[in-house]
């Protein structure tokens, strides 16, 4: 009987949120400039999500950041400030921590505004349907190679830890259900190497 809205609900996080809510049968709505919602314009946010039981948010693109970098930075704390109840997760980055990037800066913005009040997941390396070739990701980066036929590049010792996506649905599930007011760093414990 709980009711979850979802911001970025037509990304690569958000889609998934959404699907296997809806099939598990939850009152979900979800938002996305593509549905005329825009986290940063108070005046498009509805009803059901300032009452909702859970607030997810998975608004914003790790490409295009700084066009980005407000809908980042900003509308994370727009969003929370606007519910009248209920749990809100935020969906950070793992490389917010570091703030190497405009992306990770944007991210880790978001984080110490609302570090306390709201569970914050840290995804890192999720792959799998949905993910987008046009990413500059490297798993994305092996495909669009293999399609265009060319030789796939591969950086020399370099490591990731692959997470597929619907093992990440599950960690954001369970932290955003049970998960402390802290961050949690989120994916695979199981490091490969690019050439592997």
Same mark, same amino acid.
């Given at each position: 009987?709980?009711?979850?809205?979802?911001?970025?609900?037509?990304?690569? $996080?958000? /889609?998934?949120?959404?699907?296997?809510?809806?099939?598990?049968?939850?009152?979900?709505?979800?938002?996305?400039?593509?549905?005329?919602?825009?986290?940063?314009?108070? /005046?498009?946010?509805?009803? #059901?999500?300032?009452?909702?039981?859970?607030?997810?948010? @998975?608004?914003?693109?790790?490409?295009?950041?700084?066009?980005?970098?407000?809908?980042?930075?900003?509308?994370?704390?727009?969003? #929370?400030?606007?519910?009248?109840?209920?749990?809100?997760?935020?969906?950070?980055?793992? /490389?917010?921590?570091?703030?190497?990037?405009?992306?990770?800066?944007?991210?880790?913005? !978001?984080?110490?505004?609302?570090?306390? @009040?709201?569970?914050?997941?840290?995804?890192?390396?999720?792959?799998?349907?949905?993910?987008?070739?046009?990413?500059?990701?490297?798993?994305?980066? #092996?495909?669009?190679?293999?399609?265009?036929?060319?030789?796939?590049?591969? !950086?020399?010792?370099?490591?990731?830890?692959?997470?597929?996506?619907?093992?990440?649905?599950?960690?954001?599930?369970?932290?955003?259900?049970?998960?402390? $007011?802290?961050?949690?760093?989120?994916?695979?414990?199981? @490091?490969?190497?690019?050439?592997?």
């Amino acid at each position: 009987d709980k009711r979850v809205f979802i911001a970025g609900g037509s990304g690569f $996080y958000g /889609s998934w949120l959404v699907d296997v809510l809806e099939e598990a049968g939850i009152d979900v709505e979800w938002g996305a400039r593509c549905n005329g919602w825009d986290i940063l314009d108070l /005046s498009t946010y509805t009803e #059901f999500q300032r009452n909702a039981d859970y607030v997810i948010n @998975a608004a914003g693109k790790s490409d295009g950041v700084l066009a980005n970098y407000d809908v980042m930075s900003e509308g994370p704390q727009k969003l #929370f400030w606007a519910m009248n109840n209920g749990t809100m997760l935020q969906i950070s980055s793992g /490389s917010a921590p570091h703030c190497r990037t405009d992306y990770a800066a944007a991210k880790n913005k !978001a984080e110490i505004a609302l570090r306390g @009040a709201v569970k914050i997941i840290r995804p890192f390396a999720t792959v799998g349907p949905g993910m987008g070739l046009l990413r500059s990701f490297a798993v994305s980066t #092996f495909i669009r190679q293999a399609i265009a036929g060319e030789p796939l590049f591969v !950086a020399p010792g370099i490591t990731r830890s692959f997470c597929h996506i619907t093992d990440m649905i599950v960690q954001m599930l369970h932290v955003l259900v049970a998960g402390d $007011y802290l961050p949690y760093d989120a994916g695979s414990d199981d @490091a490969i190497t690019m050439e592997e």
